[in-house]
């Protein structure tokens, strides 16, 4: 059975703080993880990754796949309040010459001030 | 057009009772996927359409569950007969064919609840 699992379920730390978030998978025919924020609403895109080793940053945030490992880890430098989120995860496969998400139940992460 | 549309944004209803859910992807977008979130968990895949074709639907979708994307553009998803399990978070979502690289674009949500 595909599988997403992202770790740890909740985290809470102080602004100024870095985190980490795992996700690993274990899906057939994968062809990316996805990485997604969501707050009160509808998740918003982060990043995809589709080749192993290549980091993919946006200001902040950083995120790396490792086929190896069938994981891939999230990480936010100088975390500031409005990262507080709930951050899912997601592994891209084909499926019956479809292209469907499998997705992990998230992080939810909470910076205090 | 900015973005996926989703209407309502709240809807409470009665057990037993029929529901009607509406989307409108990104005009551009031949794809577009139904999910159901709840609490604490990723969302959950129920359907998805290219174009005006139906392509998959989850064992989720029980028969009460219809969904519609006629003229392929917007779509609807029906709840026949709703039942207090239903209450959640019901997203669509949109895509454009086979371009992955900015993933899928969600709209707000329909959040439903069944008393």
């Known amino acids: 059975e595909d599988k997403v699992v992202q770790s740890p379920l909740s985290l809470v730390v102080h602004e100024g703080d870095t985190v980490t978030l795992n996700c690993s998978y274990e899906v057939t025919n994968f062809r990316s993880l996805l990485w997604y924020k969501q707050e009160k609403k509808a998740p918003t895109f982060l990043f995809m990754l589709?080749?192993s080793g290549i980091e993919k940053k946006s200001g902040r945030l950083s995120s790396i796949l490792d086929k190896k490992e069938l994981s891939s880890i999230l990480n936010i430098t100088a975390t500031q309040t409005g990262d507080s989120a709930i951050y899912l995860c997601a592994a891209g496969l084909w499926k019956d010459s479809n292209y469907q998400l499998i997705w992990g139940a998230g992080t939810k992460l909470i910076i205090k001030p | 057009d900015t973005g996926v549309s989703q209407n309502p944004r709240h809807k409470i209803t009665k057990r037993g009772q029929n529901v009607t859910f509406r989307c409108d992807p990104i005009s551009e977008h031949n794809r577009l996927y139904w999910y159901r979130q709840t609490l604490g968990q990723g969302p959950e895949f129920l359907t998805y359409?290219?174009?005006?074709?139906?392509?998959?639907k989850s064992r989720l979708l029980s028969d009460r569950f219809s969904a519609e994307r006629p003229k392929g553009s917007f779509s609807t998803l029906e709840i026949q007969r709703t039942e207090q399990g239903d209450s959640a978070m019901y997203l669509c979502?949109?895509?454009?064919?086979?371009?992955?690289?900015?993933?899928?674009?969600f709209g707000s949500g329909t959040r439903l609840t069944v008393v």
């Open positions: 979502a949109s895509s454009l064919g086979g371009n992955f690289n900015y993933g899928y674009t």
């Open positions: 589709t080749s």
């Open positions: 359409f290219q174009n005006e074709a139906q392509l998959e």
